[in-house]
């Protein structure tokens, strides 16, 4: 059985007061909702002090990138080490810092050996953009960022994947549940193909890409989904919590 999980990925947004104030506002309510493991993403400066309020509770944190160096002359980076006690998850390979930052594949695979090594988890995205969508080769890209950004790296069952096709994200325009289930299962295969099938059935794989209360049911109740990375909608805690919400109940009925 794969724990349901739901993370929020804040982006660059919330000062240290908005970060506090809008955990604040849901962490009562998400700690009721155990049977979910969910996981918020702040911007690197609000980490520690979000720690603070957290600690003890059932959610945990993550970072929403990292460098891959250990320490050293790299201005302006955060390493692994530096946030190893602070959270649990990093976000890696995110389509908006291949975009703007220009990470490759390699650079996103070097990453997740360095957040592994430290004893962190990665919630590795990969997602094909709208073109590549309607040239049919969704697959292909898929199959490469899987297989790219897991080289070299033996069973990690900590490892979790997030799908977020670009032409779903931040758009409004979410794809159908029946679509990312479909997709989802394609992801897993591959992960068969590194891991082994039973190793692969236990790796927690989310859907991302405009998520919100509406239309989360439609994904959750894919078998292949375990969750979602929802950006906008983690934004605003009624509607996270009403995300979390779902999903603990939709899993708990299947
Ligand atoms: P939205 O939920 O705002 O579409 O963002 C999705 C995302 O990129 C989460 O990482």
Same mark, same amino acid.
């Given at each position: 059985m794969r724990k349901p999980f739901i993370a929020g990925n804040w982006k660059m947004n919330t000062n240290l007061a908005e970060g506090l104030a809008l955990?604040?506002?849901?962490?009562? %309510?998400?700690?009721? &909702?155990? @049977?979910? !493991? *969910?996981?918020?993403?702040?911007p690197f400066v609000s980490l520690q002090p979000i720690m603070d309020l957290v600690r003890g509770s059932s959610i945990y944190l993550g970072a929403q990138n990292?460098?891959?160096k250990e320490s050293g002359a790299y201005t302006g980076e955060v390493s692994p080490r530096m946030i190893a006690g602070l959270c649990?998850?990093? $976000?890696l390979g995110h @389509? !908006? +810092? +291949?975009?703007?930052?220009?990470? /490759? %594949?390699?650079?996103?695979?070097?990453?997740?050996?360095a957040v592994l090594a430290t004893g962190l988890a990665p919630i590795l995205c990969v997602g094909e953009t709208l073109e590549q969508n309607e040239a049919g080769k969704t697959g292909e890209v898929? *199959? +490469?960022?899987?297989? %790219?950004? &897991?080289k070299d790296i033996a069973v990690e069952k900590s490892v979790v994947i997030a799908y977020e096709p670009i032409w779903a994200i931040g758009t409004g325009r979410a794809a159908t549940g029946a679509q990312?289930?479909? *997709? $989802?299962?394609? $992801?897993?295969? /591959?992960?068969?193909? &590194?891991?082994?099938g039973e190793n692969a059935d236990e790796i927690r794989i989310l859907y991302g890409g405009s998520v919100t209360g509406s239309n989360v049911t439609e994904f959750i109740k894919e078998t292949q989904i375990d969750g979602a990375l929802v950006g906008g909608a983690s934004l605003k805690a009624a509607d996270f919590v009403e995300i979390v919400r779902l999903t603990e109940k939709i899993k708990q009925q299947s």
């Open positions: 955990v604040k506002a849901m962490l009562g %309510d998400l700690e009721k &909702l155990k @049977s979910v !493991e *969910t996981v918020l993403c702040p990292v460098y891959f649990k998850y990093v $976000i @389509s !908006e +810092r +291949r975009q703007y930052f220009l990470e /490759t %594949d390699a650079v996103v695979n070097a990453k997740v050996k898929l *199959t +490469r960022q899987v297989r %790219d950004g &897991l990312a289930g479909q *997709t $989802i299962g394609l $992801i897993r295969h /591959t992960i068969a193909e &590194l891991w082994g």
